[in-house]
Nanobody, 122 residues
Framework: QVQLVESGGGLVQAGGSLRLSCAASGRSFNNNGMAWFRQAPGKEREFVSGINWFGRIDYADSVKGRFTISRVNAKNTVYLQMNSLSPDDTAVYLC????????????????WGQGTQVTVSA
């Protein structure tokens, strides 16, 4: 059974940092794109960042310069380092595995995690 399990969320003050992890099991995603999305209450799910299997990285404009995505294929894990957090970053953060090597906003994602809550206080 394929699973994506996120961890690392929590409550942090504005200006603080968090590091999210997404551990995949059930199969290898080394040749697949991996991405992070987020969904805030009352808002649509939005693309945060994606990393292709060959290393290309994309970020939403709202997180450029503050968030960093990375992956360790040997661990079948993708990370999201989030710095300079603001209350606008408050959301459930979800990990997704692409059906292809690409991880762009419009990519078809075959697997999703349950999400981890990130709350940033003012």
């Amino acid at each position: 059974q394929v699973q994506l399990v996120e961890s690392g969320g929590g409550l942090v003050q504005a200006g603080g940092s968090l590091r999210l992890s997404c551990a995949a099991s059930g199969r290898s995603f080394n040749n697949n794109g991996m991405a992070w999305f987020r969904q805030a209450p009352g808002k649509e799910r939005e693309f945060v960042s994606g990393i292709n299997w060959f290393g290309r990285i994309d970020y939403a404009d709202s997180v450029k310069g503050r968030f960093t995505i990375s992956r360790v294929n040997a661990k079948n894990t993708v990370y999201l380092q989030m710095n300079s957090l603001s209350p606008d970053d408050t959301a459930v953060y979800l990990c997704a595995a692409s059906a292809t090597a690409v991880a762009a906003p419009s990519t078809a994602y075959a697997y999703w995690g349950q999400g981890t809550q990130v709350t940033v206080s003012a």
